[in-house]
């Protein structure tokens, strides 16, 4: 079964700076990879999505992730931090009927003045 | 904007009773999804449907029953709510063209 592991459940860095949240699923087949952010009391909003083709995506809000197939890593990256990045972020492994997507337990960003 | 809703958003309920959580979604999606959301978990499928009257399990569906008699509105009960499922749940549609999820607000179930 796929699964998907964020190593870093807390992240603060300053606005301005850049970020990179990670990623590492564990899949057999070809995964389908997303990410997500909540903000506090809502819901799950899309980023970006990875199916195929080119291995950097470019998603909403300036982000983009870079998908590593040797690495089975899916990196969240964002060169300049604003204050309203700050989130809860989560990683998810799919497959191509997608009926059991897994979650990463999620990645909280606090952004410093 | 995926066009879901989720009743009621929140709930407090005591141990032992009946509940049911909705979801409707405005689209005509023939996928929907429950999911629940606990700290250090992410979120959890627990059961979904891939049309009228057809549903499957997740992940964690013990304790859950679903039910989808209309194409709109997927129904998530717990016939016999316990402590361990005071939780967040969001309900999710699947595009028509696409193998991304969209997530509805979350109805946050507090029992006592």
């Known amino acids: 079964a796929q699964s998907v592991t964020q190593p870093d459940i807390h992240i603060t860095v300053s606005e301005g700076a850049s970020l990179e949240l990670r990623c590492n699923y564990s899949?057999?087949?070809?995964?389908?990879l997303f990410w997500y952010v909540q903000s506090p009391g809502q819901g799950l909003q899309l980023l970006l999505k990875?199916?195929?083709?080119?291995?950097l995506v470019q998603g909403i809000k300036g982000f983009e992730a870079e998908f590593k197939r040797s690495q089975s890593s899916f990196n969240l990256r964002k060169p300049s931090v604003h204050w309203s990045d700050a989130a809860e972020y989560f990683c998810?492994?799919?497959?191509?009927?997608?009926?059991?997507?897994?979650f990463g337990a999620g990645t909280r960003l606090t952004v410093k003045p | 904007d995926a066009g879901i809703t989720q009743s009621p958003r929140h709930k407090v309920t005591e141990t032992g009773t009946p509940v049911t959580l909705r979801c409707h979604q405005t689209?005509?999606?023939?996928?929907m999804y429950w999911y629940r959301q606990d700290p250090g978990h992410g979120l959890r499928l627990i059961h979904y449907?891939?049309?009228?009257?057809?549903?499957d399990k997740g992940e964690v569906s013990d304790g859950y029953s679903v039910s989808r008699s209309k194409t709109e509105d997927f129904l998530l009960t717990l016939e016999s709510a316990t402590s361990s499922q005071t939780s967040v749940y969001f309900c999710?549609?699947?595009?028509?063209?696409?193998?991304?999820?969209?997530f509805g607000p979350g109805t946050r179930l507090t029992v006592t």
């Open positions: 998810a492994v799919g497959s191509l009927n997608n009926n059991d997507m897994r």
């Open positions: 899949y057999g087949a070809t995964p389908y």
């Open positions: 990875y199916f195929s083709g080119d291995t």
């Open positions: 689209e005509n999606h023939r996928y």
């Open positions: 449907s891939y049309g009228v009257k057809d549903t």
């Open positions: 999710a549609i699947k595009g028509q063209a696409t193998y991304e999820q969209y």
